[in-house]
């Protein structure tokens, strides 16, 4: 899995569509789109919930990129969500407990 954005889609939606030209369906409660295609996800399509992205895509700190990296995520190889530790160099991310992980 990449990073993404994981969305609720509003009721009745069946599709979300990204600026790409690709339709993602809503089968389930809550629909991940590709970080290419979730900043162009309008809020007449869905909600924007949270990052996700697995231990190895977690973003770094990326000098100049304003609100990057993001200051929290859902982690989904560690099944739980995860938080920046505000300036850390190089990029640290903790549990809810405030554990390193």
Do not use: C, H
Request: proline share 10%; glycine share 8%; no cysteine.
């Amino acid at each position: 899995m990449t990073l993404a954005i994981r969305f609720l889609p509003n009721p009745g939606r069946k599709v979300i569509y990204g600026a790409s030209g690709r339709t993602y369906p809503s089968a389930g409660l809550t629909v991940d789109v590709p970080f290419s295609d979730a900043e162009t996800i309008q809020s007449d399509q869905a909600i924007r919930l949270m990052i996700v992205g697995t231990t190895a895509d977690r973003p770094v700190n990326v000098p100049g990129r304003i609100n990057w990296p993001p200051r929290e995520m859902y982690d989904t190889t560690l099944g739980t969500m995860i938080f920046l530790v505000p300036g850390s160099n190089p990029t640290k991310w903790i549990d809810i407990t405030g554990s390193v992980v």
